[in-house]
């Protein structure tokens, strides 16, 4: 058997003190949970283009990354699923309210860092919360970290 993690992308986004996370039923009964906007690395596509698609995709919003806000490695501990999650913060751009969400996505929420703390289980992974920590520390990478070859 072949290991392989799973690449994911994220995006933390903050507005007038509120942060953009999606509700989404992920199969994780019996509640719906809460994650940045975020998913999966498509074939052949870079991280920041999938950061871009993956927040208009959940949220309705255009998304332009300027900034790495961390890497992770979480394995899940029910399926003993590998990730690896590259955060990714940056400015929010025009909202498109008619463009239907991806299968899963109830909606948008605009949250304060109180009502996230409060959510506490209903968060998706814990990988939701250190991105948002990391992000507030101010913690910050350039782009060009990233190649793509």
């Avoid at 392989?4 to 003190?17: F, H, K, S």
């Avoid at 942060?19 to 809460?34: I, K, M, R, S, Y």
């Avoid at 993956?54 to 992770?72: C, H, K, Q, V």
Wanted: charged letters at 20%.
């Amino acid at each position: 058997m072949v290991w392989t993690p799973r690449a994911t992308v994220a995006a933390v986004i903050e507005n007038d003190g509120k942060f953009l996370l999606v509700e989404e039923d992920a199969g994780q009964q019996p509640h719906t949970v809460f994650n940045q906007p975020a998913g999966h690395l498509e074939d052949g596509e870079s991280l920041i283009d999938a950061v871009i698609r993956e927040t208009l995709e959940e949220t309705g919003y255009d998304f332009n990354p300027t900034a790495l806000s961390g890497i992770y490695r979480w394995i899940e501990p029910n399926s003993g699923d590998t990730y690896l999650r590259f955060c990714f913060t940056g400015e929010l751009g025009q909202h498109h309210p008619d463009k239907p969400l991806d299968d899963g996505i109830i909606g948008p929420h605009w949250l304060t860092l109180q009502e996230i703390t409060a959510l506490g289980t209903s968060l998706r992974s814990p990988l939701v919360k250190r991105c948002l920590n990391d992000y507030l520390a101010g913690q910050r990478f350039p782009l060009s970290l990233l190649t793509d070859m």
